[in-house]
């Protein structure tokens, strides 16, 4: 069974910065490309960064790029997303998902894990 378990949110000031996991059980994490996405209050789902497999090839939207790193630890079955530079506008539930889960539309809130709440605000 696919666990997908987000952690790492919190408040933090603007222009602070905070590191997100995701730990993934049930399936061979190494094999897939994986996703974050984001969902602020009243807003749709948002994509956020995606990587490849093996962690050589990455993007970014362009509202975070030069501020989160995406990256992942095959070795431990987790996914992180580093925020620097947080702006109030970052404020979202943050949630991972296997890309190709999220290219069909099945990512975000009720499909995988409970997402982690990040709130910038002074």
């Known amino acids: 069974q696919v666990q997908l378990v987000e952690s790492g ?47 050589v090839r990455t993007n970014y939207a362009d509202s975070v790029k030069g501020r989160f790193t995406i990256s992942r630890d095959n070795a431990k079955n987790t996914l992180y997303l580093q925020m ?12 991972c998902a296997k890309t190709i889960d999220y290219r069909k539309g099945n990512a975000g809130p009720g499909y995988w894990g409970q997402g982690t709440q990040v709130t910038v605000s002074s």
């Open 9 to 55: 949110g919190g408040l933090v000031q603007p222009g602070g910065s905070l590191r997100l996991s995701c730990a993934a059980s049930g399936f061979t994490f190494s094999f897939y490309d994986m996703t974050w996405v984001r969902q602020a209050p009243g807003k749709g789902l948002e994509w956020v960064s995606d990587i490849s497999n093996g962690g």
């Open 84 to 95: 620097s530079s947080l702006k109030p506008e970052d404020t979202a539930v943050y949630y």
